[in-house]
Every structure is written in C-alpha cells, then in structure tokens.
C-alpha cells in the first residue's frame, strides 16, 4: 500500500520559513517523481515543484520559483520543499504527490497523493 505523509507545516510570520517533509513508502520511489501542489481555501489546487526521480531535475511554478527549493533522498524515500520569504498568500494545505511523467505539472499525472500539510502565514 503506497503511503505519503507529509509533514513541517504550521503557522508562521510573513518573511518566515518552513521546510515541508513528505515521507513515502510502499513504492520504489527512485522510479517516481515527486510534486508538491497547494490549495488555497475557497481555491483549486495548484501545482508548486516537482523533481525528477533522478539527476534532480526540477521545474517550479513561476509564482514560487525564486522562493521555493524542491529536493528529495532517494535513500530516505523523502521529498522536501523549503519555503522562504513566505507570504500571506502562501497559506494552503500543500500536498505531496508521486507521478510517472517527467516533471508533470498537472494534477492528473500523479496517481499517489498525501493528506496534506496546513500552512498558515501570518501577516
């Protein structure tokens, strides 16, 4: 049984940062990448990073790009996502997800989802 559980979320001051942790098991999770989405309260989910299953290559939505640090250990089966200079406008559940396309962006190319991770940003 594939298991994501993310973890690091909480509330925060605006400027603050999180590290955001997914811990996956159940899978071969080199063979996956690995996305972070968020959604936002009365919003759609969004796409945030996502990074290769090797070589590390990533691709983050430009909303996020200059904030956000996606990074995995394929040895720790983890995904994380470093958040600096948070907003307010950061506040969202954010989940975790595993795909089998290469650095996909959208929600339907990834099959295994976590249960989210609350963060708040105060202003």
């Known amino acids: 049984q594939v298991q994501l559980v993310e973890s690091g979320g909480g509330l925060v001051q605006a400027g603050g940062s999180l590290r955001l942790s997914c811990a996956a098991s159940g899978l071969t999770f080199s063979t996956y990448t690995m996305g972070w989405f968020r959604q936002a309260p009365g919003k759609e989910r969004e796409f945030v990073a996502t990074?290769?299953?090797?070589?590390?290559?990533?691709n983050y939505a430009d909303s996020v790009k200059s904030r956000f640090t996606i990074s995995r250990d394929n040895v720790k089966n983890e995904v994380y996502l470093q958040i600096d200079s948070l907003k307010p406008e950061d506040t969202a559940v954010y989940y975790c997800?595993?795909?089998?396309?290469?650095?996909?962006?959208?929600?339907?190319?990834?099959?295994?989802w976590g249960q989210g991770t609350q963060v708040t940003v105060s202003s």
């Open positions: 990074i290769s299953w090797s070589r590390g290559y990533t």
């Open positions: 997800a595993s795909s089998r396309f290469q650095l996909g962006s959208r929600d339907y190319e990834y099959n295994y």
